[in-house]
């Protein structure tokens, strides 16, 4: 009885589906957009962190002791190279320069003297009316006169530097930054603090790192033709905020040295700074270029996944169906992946209908979209 029962459930069961399961039908075609590569000529750069620094800075230091009397700059402004900074009090030095030059006064009067009793005593001796040690005496008088007179005129060219020295000049013409003394403080001759600071804004240097590691490889790129050289290219700048400075600027040099406790190496960099929108010490970020590939192909970002090894794939269009393939994509160019390994020259990448293609899936209508997707 209970077999029968199960043998009615069953055939109530299948009559209820219909009979036979269905068979699967083949896939449907899908419709894709694809791009088909092209070498070309593919200009590789790189973006690096640095900050800006002034090309020239001149820190305003005194040369003598004295009481400052006078500020005659603004601070913040053009000072042009020679513009009087400072006064400090000069009466002392006027008086040491007087001084000084008393004594070179008095020491010329001796030396005449010194000079006349030598020339006549020349004569004496000819004639034996005073002896050659009277004679010796004058001319070794007449000589130390003329050493006091050079030491006297050295004394009054020093008293004049340290009484020039009490106006202190701008070395460089550049914007003055704030000054560290006010009128009526002392300063004293080669002092640590710099009574205040000039640089020059235009140009302005922008110093960024790069790893020893990535300079090395670079070199290897150079040397086996992968990359192009390219030494006189310009330079972009980016502030903080990712928008681009107005004026492209110039590599300048790359430091002889690596940092030993960063593995890094400076590499200097000069941008035209008209409107002093640069200011030292900004964190900024420079475009390099590293070189020019010659045959490069270019497949927009949008084309590239990748894999559970982490693996960079494409999808591709080839003999009407969809084929995965590994590709080798280490360096983004713009809005683009640049490939090195794994594709060629006419292969069509698809970059439309992914999501609904997988690899061996017939491809029905497919649509050339242009470089850029």
């Given amino acids: ?25 083949p896939p449907q075609a899908a419709e894709v957009g694809v791009v088909t590569l092209a070498a070309q000529q593919v200009t590789v750069s790189v973006q690096l ?25 603004t601070e913040g402004a053009l000072v042009q190279e020679g513009e009087q900074l400072y006064q400090i009090d000069p009466a002392p030095y006027e008086a040491d320069l007087r001084r000084a030059q008393a004594d070179l006064s008095k020491a010329r009067a001796n030396l005449k003297t010194a000079k006349n009793r030598a020339d ?5 001796v000819e004639a034996r009316a005073v002896s050659r040690q009277d004679y010796d005496d004058a001319l070794a008088n007449f000589q130390q006169a003329e050493a006091e007179v050079a030491t006297a005129q050295s004394a009054v060219t020093t008293a004049q530097i340290n009484l020039d020295y009490t106006r202190v000049y ?15 403080a002392l300063v004293t001759g080669n002092q640590g603090e710099a009574l205040v600071t000039v640089q020059q804004f235009d140009p302005m240097f922008v ?72 200011l030292p010490g900004m964190f900024v970020r420079a ?14 970002a949008r084309g590239v996944t990748r894999n559970a090894k982490g693996e960079a794939t494409v999808m591709l269009v080839k003999d009407d169906k969809v084929e995965q393939r590994v590709v080798e994509a280490d360096e983004m160019v713009g809005q683009d992946w640049l490939i090195s390994d794994g594709l060629a020259p006419g ?20 649509r050339e979209l242009d470089n850029q997707g």
């Fill in 207 to 278: 110093d960024v790192t790069e790893s020893s590691r990535a300079l090395n490889q670079l070199r290897r790129d150079w040397a086996s033709g992968e990359l192009v050289r390219q030494d006189a290219a310009k330079v972009k700048l980016y502030f903080d905020d990712g928008s681009r400075y107005g004026y492209e600027g110039q590599f300048k040099f790359a430091d002889i040295n690596v940092d030993t406790g960063t593995g890094t190496f400076t590499i200097r960099t000069t941008f035209p700074n008209p409107d002093n929108l640069l």
């Fill in 170 to 184: 701008a070395p460089i013409t550049g914007l003055a930054g704030r000054s560290t003394v006010t009128v009526g």
């Fill in 1 to 25: 009885m209970r077999n029968a029962v199960g043998a009615s459930l069953l055939a109530v069961m299948v009559s209820a589906c219909g009979g036979d399961a269905p068979q699967q039908g």
């Fill in 347 to 366: 292969d069509k990448v698809i970059l439309e209908g992914l999501q609904f293609v997988r690899p061996g899936v017939p491809v029905g209508t497919v």
């Fill in 120 to 124: 006549r005593y020349e004569t004496l």
């Fill in 49 to 73: 962190a640095g900050r800006t620094k002034a090309s020239l800075e001149a820190e305003v230091r005194p040369q003598i002791t004295g009481i400052v009397q006078q500020q005659l700059f």
């Fill in 287 to 300: 475009e390099l270029v590293k070189g020019v590939v010659p045959q490069g192909l270019l497949v927009p």
